[in-house]
């Protein structure tokens, strides 16, 4: 049974202190929880009468008919049914909020890309309002494909709600603190942790500690999991225990309220006169997660050459064709580097993945300056990228001790489709003009000798 005392300066809330919140361990297990005794039925679904005065409802994930090892359900008890919070929709306008297919003509020259953080402004904005949309990739309306997005905010949703039917969000947090009250529990986040909200899940965002401002992967497709481990085996990289799921919490609270759904990259509002977040009881293998980065632990090269980026892999998100993913979220985190006559930065590259990056904090080895915390890079489909100038004379002539790159952690939303910028990203946000000189300054090194550091 969980109980959290109410947050008298917020009507909507909890306590500020998230060390009351509760969480159950694991990924994608079948979890079961109840805010009251008894209000979960036992050994079935759907009695004739729930406990409380009840009303039994799924949420369904997957299809009826997916596969047992992919089905995702949730059996849910709450006291309303959620057809009771959907009035008559009325189309409401998020202008900075955008989904794919979102394709811009003219927005910008083709190129690599660059910007320094997003930053915060005057304006009072909320997970919605504050939501800025860099590109987007695929198509909402079958399901294929994903967008990127900076959040900035600095108000909480006061009887507001939302859920967006497009998606599930994978949120990344830079600065501050929210909170997610989500109709099956309360989830809190913070910098160098993530959590993955799925398509369908109704929550408010209050704000714990701001202005707050992150990442966030809105993923349009198939739900990510956790990617195949393969030869390495069953431990190590991200492992299922250290994902946390809220215990159920419900809130009985009658005040007149709006509720927002993301539908097909449009936005609708209705008006309900109570909190959607009353679910007392649920079951179920659909439902929010978060995840500590911190406890990620990364395989690397341990005598020479280096395996693709691929072996960060956190989380995928598969598309149809094996192996090719629609979004894969990699993490470069703190490790030891120790090959051997190795340079030792990620190689150059061309890639038919379009890679988008981010950085949570410190600094990344392949581009010592200029990509900051807060800041965003895009090497796009085919686009040639790979170390500065700087980065190349450094590993190249490096004492190849073994040597800790520390107090770093940036990101990969990666995706096989092409990502299209919007004009926000290409006219508002702070893209920096001269990224591709970073490559400027690489030097012919060809001089008709033919040794290499590998056939001396
Ligand atoms: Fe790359």
Not at 263 to 272: D, N, R, S, V, Y
Request: aromatic share 12%; proline share 8%.
């Amino acid at each position: 049974m969980d109980q959290i005392s109410p947050d008298t300066a917020d009507p909507n809330g909890l306590s500020a202190d998230h060390n009351q919140l509760k969480y159950m361990p694991g990924f994608g297990n079948d979890f079961e929880t109840e805010a009251l005794p008894g209000a979960l039925p036992q050994g079935m679904n759907s009695p004739q009468k729930c406990a409380y005065g009840l009303y039994g409802e799924q949420l369904s994930g997957t299809a009826f008919t997916a596969p047992s090892h992919q089905n995702e359900r949730t059996w849910c008890y709450r006291i309303r049914p959620s057809v009771k919070h959907s009035g008559r929709y009325r189309k409401i306008d998020l202008p900075y909020w955008k989904s794919a297919p979102h394709v811009v003509d003219d927005v910008i020259s083709l190129g690599q890309y660059r910007w320094d953080p997003v930053p915060h402004t005057e304006e009072k904005l909320t997970w919605l309002t504050g939501m800025r949309t860099m590109t987007t990739a695929g198509d909402v309306n079958t399901q294929v494909g994903m967008a990127s997005h900076i959040y900035l905010v600095t108000q909480s949703m006061r009887d507001a709600y939302f859920y967006s039917a497009d998606s599930e969000l994978l949120i990344v947090p830079q600065e501050g603190r929210l909170r997610f009250c989500t109709e099956l529990g309360v989830i809190d986040l913070e910098p160098k942790e993530i959590a993955i909200l799925p398509r369908g899940l109704v929550y408010r965002v209050k704000v714990i500690e701001g202005p707050a401002r992150g990442f966030v992967c809105e993923n349009y497709g198939q739900k990510f999991e956790l990617p195949g481990r393969g030869p390495i085996g069953a431990n190590c990289m991200a492992n299922r225990r250290d994902f946390k799921t809220p215990v159920a919490h419900f809130e009985d609270r009658e005040a007149a309220s709006t509720l927002t759904i993301k539908w097909c990259g449009q936005f609708h509002e209705t008006k309900i006169g109570h909190s959607p977040l009353d679910v007392v009881a649920w079951h179920g293998n659909y439902a929010p997660v978060k995840y500590d980065l911190r406890n990620y632990c990364p395989i690397g090269a341990i005598l020479f050459d280096h395996p693709d980026p691929s072996i960060f892999t956190v989380l995928t998100a598969p598309s149809g064709v094996p192996g090719t993913a629609n979004i894969d979220f990699v993490l470069f985190r703190e490790r030891w580097m120790v090959m051997e006559d190795t340079f030792r930065p990620p190689w150059y590259h061309k890639n038919i993945m379009s890679e988008l990056m981010g950085n949570i904090y410190g600094q990344y080895d392949a581009k010592p300056q200029g990509f900051v915390p807060g800041g965003m890079s895009l090497h796009n489909m085919m686009l040639p990228h790979g170390p500065d100038n700087e980065a190349f004379e450094g590993a190249s002539n490096a004492d190849l001790k073994p040597n800790k790159l520390d107090k770093t952690m940036s990101f990969m939303f990666e995706t096989r489709f092409p990502q299209h910028l919007t004009e926000f990203a290409a006219k508002e946000a702070p893209l920096q003009g001269d990224y591709i000189d970073c490559w400027d300054t690489l030097e012919k090194k060809f001089d008709g000798t033919p040794e290499g550091t590998w056939n001396k």
